[in-house]
């Protein structure tokens, strides 16, 4: 199974939520300790390494890996073995998964270097202005799949490209941000048939993270619920 271990966690906490960590102000670890018990996983940002440097990376890693699926999203994009030296260290600081672009091709080449790392493809973009991307949205998706990629990055604010990767890649994870605030609802991309919700500044920024967590995760439950896809 692609991403065993988020999937696993999923099932057993019952949640289809991983919390994005960029710009945070506050120490992280406590953050991570307020909402663990409602997410499946974290996803850290550039942002966030440059804030705090690799050696909280790497703590962060170690403190949280056996209760969280830690998502690497260093805006991975380059020449096949400069990502193949990136996801190499990105190994070694103790992540399960990392995040690629695909647009800049050889993503075949760099897979096969992951070390076992899960490799997400970000086949389009959140934000209104990635239009030269989305234009190329089924090119992409072919991109990841025929490099093995057993999971996908869609924007939860285009619910239309989350309903075109899911029948394109109906066995793939797709991960799916913009959720809060970037406008989309919670539990409305796992609707649309995402597998999981990558949510920041809505419980990041909150100041009750714990309560804001658990809400989204409740939304999730009540969206998938009715419609029958929980599982």
Do not use: N
């Not at 289809?16 to 120490?27: F, G, K, N, Q, T």
């Not at 403190?63 to 990502?83: Q, R």
């Not at 089924?138 to 869609?154: N, Q, T, W």
């Amino acid at each position: 199974m692609r991403a065993r271990k988020l999937w696993e966690l999923a099932e057993t906490k019952g949640s289809r939520l991983i919390v994005a960590l960029d710009s945070v102000p506050v120490e992280p670890g406590k953050l991570i300790e307020e909402v663990e018990e409602f997410a499946v996983g974290v996803k850290v940002g550039l942002p966030f390494l440059l804030l705090w440097g690799p050696r909280a990376v790497r703590e962060l890693c170690e403190a949280f890996s056996g209760e969280l699926y830690m998502l690497c999203d260093f805006k991975l994009a380059d020449i096949p073995d400069v990502v193949a030296e990136e996801l190499k260290l990105i190994k070694e600081l103790g992540f399960d998964g990392a995040i690629l672009h695909l647009f800049q091709g050889g993503v075949k080449a760099a897979a096969a270097a992951a070390g076992g790392l899960d490799l997400f493809g970000v086949a389009a973009m959140t934000h209104p202005g990635s239009r030269l991307i989305d234009a190329h949205f089924d090119e992409l998706v072919r991109e990841a799949l025929e490099a093995g990629l057993g999971g996908l990055v869609v924007p939860a604010t285009k619910p239309e490209l989350v309903r075109s990767a899911r029948r394109a890649a109906p066995g793939a994870t797709l991960l799916a941000p913009g959720v809060g605030a970037q406008g989309a609802l919670p539990g409305s991309a796992l609707e649309a048939g995402a597998d999981f919700e990558i949510v920041g500044r809505l419980i990041t920024a909150s100041p009750d993270p714990r309560s804001a967590a658990e809400a989204v995760r409740s939304a999730h439950r009540a969206r998938l619920g009715a419609a029958g896809k929980w599982r």
